[in-house]
C-alpha cells in the first residue's frame, strides 16, 4: 500500500500548513514519478502544463525580500510544480483548483508544500512552454523541517451568505475552504448558498482568482459534493 492512502483528503486538508524551510534530502525517484504521473493524470483532466522541476535552485535562488517582507525567507527551497497555462481568468482559477490536488496528494504523501505566487523567479528555460504560455504561479515541495502551522482564520459566518437555513454539508464545506491556503492569508472568498446550490465567488484581492480555485475544491472535499 502507498504511504498516502491511510490519510483521506479531508485529513490531508487539516494537516497541511505553508513550509517555507525544507530539509536537504532530495525527494526520491519514487516519489517524483509517483508525483509526475499524477500531475500528468491532472493535466489530462483540466488541460493545463503543470510541471514538476526537481533540484533547480534559480527560482528561490535569490527573492526579492523587501517586496513581501515576512515572505521570501525559504531553505533549501529546490523542487516545485509550475503551474502553466493560457493567462486569463478562467486557467488562473482552474490552476488553483488542480494545483490544490497536488498540493494534498503531495501532503498525503508525507510532503509539505507552499503556494507561491509572487517571491520567487520565473525560469521559464526549466519547462516546454507553449507560445502562448506563461508560469502562472508554483507550488514548493519538499520534506519540511517543520509541518508549519495553523493560519489565523476568520470565522464561517464571516464567507457564507445564505438566505435560509444552512445544512450540515454546506457548513462541512465552508469549514474546510477556510482551511485553505490563500495569498497573505486573505480569504477573500464569499460562498452563496440558497437553499439549494452553493456558488462561491472572489472579492477582489492580489491572487484572489487562483484562490478562488483552491477554496471550490476545499469546498468540495468538505461537503462531499461537486460544485
Ligand atoms: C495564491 C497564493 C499565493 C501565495 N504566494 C505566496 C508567496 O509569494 N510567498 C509566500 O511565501 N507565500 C505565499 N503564499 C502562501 C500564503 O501566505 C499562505 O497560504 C497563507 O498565509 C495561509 O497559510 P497556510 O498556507 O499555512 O494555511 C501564497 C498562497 C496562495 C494560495
Redesign the pocket.
Known amino acids: 500500500m502507498n504511504g498516502w492512502c491511510d490519510m483521506d483528503l479531508l485529513e490531508a486538508a487539516r494537516q497541511r ?2 513550509v ?1 524551510d525544507y530539509k536537504d534530502i532530495p525527494l526520491g525517484d519514487s516519489v517524483v514519478a509517483e508525483l509526475n504521473a499524477y500531475i500528468e493524470e491532472l493535466n489530462a483532466q483540466s488541460g493545463l502544463k503543470m510541471q514538476l522541476a526537481v533540484n533547480e535552485p534559480k527560482a528561490f535562488g535569490s527573492v526579492k525580500a523587501h517586496i ?1 517582507p515576512h ?2 525567507r525559504f531553505r533549501n527551497a529546490v523542487n516545485y510544480v509550475a503551474l502553466i497555462g493560457e493567462k486569463n481568468d478562467a486557467v488562473v482559477e482552474k490552476c488553483g483548483y488542480y494545483g490544490e490536488h497536488i498540493v494534498l496528494r503531495a501532503q498525503q504523501m508525507g510532503l509539505n508544500t ?6 520567487y523567479k520565473k525560469v521559464p528555460s526549466e519547462f516546454s512552454l507553449g507560445k502562448n504560455d506563461r508560469i502562472i ?1 508554483v507550488i514548493l515541495i519538499g520534506y519540511g523541517a517543520t509541518p ?1 502551522r495553523a ?1 489565523r482564520s476568520k470565522s464561517v459566518a464571516d464567507v457564507l451568505r445564505a438566505s435560509c437555513e444552512v445544512t450540515e454539508w454546506v457548513m462541512r464545506g465552508a469549514e474546510c475552504a477556510l482551511l485553505a ?5 486573505q480569504q477573500r472568498f464569499i460562498i452563496e448558498y440558497d437553499g439549494e446550490n452553493v456558488a462561491i465567488r472572489a472579492r477582489r484581492g492580489l ?1 484572489s482568482t ?2 478562488l480555485g ?1 477554496v471550490k475544491y476545499h469546498f468540495e472535499i468538505g461537503s462531499g459534493r461537486k460544485l
Open positions: 500548513h505553508s517555507r513581501m515572505y521570501g507552499c503556494w507561491i505566487g509572487g517571491s504561479a508549519g493560519h491556503p490563500t495569498a497573505i492569508n491572487f487562483l484562490d483552491i
